[in-house]
Nanobody
Framework: QVQLGESGGGLVQAGGSLRLSCVAS??????????MGWYRQAPGKQRELVAR???????NYADSVKGRFTISRDNAKNTVHLQMNNLKPEDTAVYYC???????????????WGQGTQVTVSS
């Protein structure tokens, strides 16, 4: 099985920065890691896409974070990062790592989620 482990959340004042990291571990050797990304869910709201990056480095961002957040990945380490700058109170949410993995043995695609990490931005 594969696990996604997130780190880097916390409490920060508005205008501050945080860097989230997520590493895929476990039986990762049997998978091809395709797109990886970050989603977030604020209280009372649906989970939404924040940023996503393909294995070749193509990225897309939610309009609300463009120019402030940067997603990157290290394919050799099966890791994805989210650099968050100029944070706003409305960025407060639980942030979830997401990865699309292709099972090289069974030839199926699977989506995995991390357990989530809390980001709180105070005004």
């Amino acid at each position: 099985q594969v696990q996604l482990g997130e780190s880097g959340g916390g409490l920060v004042q508005a205008g501050g920065s945080l860097r989230l990291s997520c590493v895929a571990s476990g039986s990762i050797f049997r998978f091809r890691v395709d797109a990886m990304g970050w989603y977030r869910q604020a209280p009372g709201k649906q989970r939404e896409l924040v940023a996503r990056i393909t294995s070749t480095g193509n990225t897309n961002y939610a309009d609300s974070v463009k120019g402030r957040f940067t997603i990157s990945r290290d394919n050799a380490k099966n890791t994805v990062h989210l650099q968050m700058n100029n944070l706003k109170p409305e960025d407060t949410a639980v942030y979830y790592c997401n990865a699309d993995l292709f099972d090289l043995i069974f030839k199926t695609s699977n989506t995995f989620w991390g357990q989530g990490t809390q980001v709180t931005v105070s005004s």
